[in-house]
């Protein structure tokens, strides 16, 4: 049994890494996008949250979520998440009682105060860059990048020149 323990602080901002089962990339398929983003409209409605950042690649996830004041749950949030979209992706898989979409757990960091936030709000967002998957963020589909640049947080052409300083010591893959 590990010792790792979670903080849960009501009301908190954390970043997160959710990995597919064995890193399959499942999140190629433009539907299994579409499904991921109807798990979280769903999950939302009963337990709602605010999703500052986000970014799916292939095989992993990273997001930015703001819970509610009096709230310190996320671990529910993500239970329910996985279940919507594993029950409607695939079929059994080699695992007991399970199937293979999602990695057990997820990676979590909370968040200390602003220059953490946008610290980690430029990682998700240079996330595709980082994976050599397009070359500046606006060309990554599944992104809250063009929502950010919308709200002025960015230019749109913000980390097409290179990685970030503001990143290049957060190793978190």
């Known amino acids: 049994m590990s010792d790792y323990r979670r903080i849960f602080i009501p009301g908190g901002v954390y970043f997160f890494t959710v990995v597919t089962f064995q890193r399959k990339p499942i999140f190629l398929d433009p539907d299994n996008v579409s499904l991921l983003r109807a798990a979280f409209q769903h999950i939302m409605v009963t337990r709602p949250f605010t999703i500052d950042a986000i970014v799916v690649l292939p095989d992993h996830l990273h997001c930015l979520w703001r819970?509610?004041?009096?709230?310190?749950?996320?671990?529910?949030?993500?239970?329910?998440?996985?279940?919507?979209?594993?029950?409607?992706i695939g079929g059994a898989g080699i695992r007991a009682k399970e199937k293979d979409i999602w990695q057990r757990r997820f990676w979590e960091h909370t968040v200390r105060n602003e220059n953490?936030?946008?610290?980690?709000?430029?990682y998700i967002h240079y996330n595709p860059v980082k994976h050599g998957l397009v070359l500046s963020p606006a060309q990554w589909p599944y992104s809250s990048f063009c929502r950010a640049v919308a709200n002025g947080w960015y230019d749109i052409n913000w980390g097409s020149h290179g990685q970030p300083?503001?990143?290049?010591?957060?190793?978190i893959e």
């Open 165 to 171: 300083e503001t990143i290049q010591d957060l190793e």
């Open 116 to 122: 953490d936030w946008q610290r980690h709000m430029d």
């Open 67 to 88: 819970l509610p004041e009096l709230d310190d749950d996320f671990s529910s949030r993500w239970r329910e998440i996985k279940k919507y979209v594993s029950k409607r």
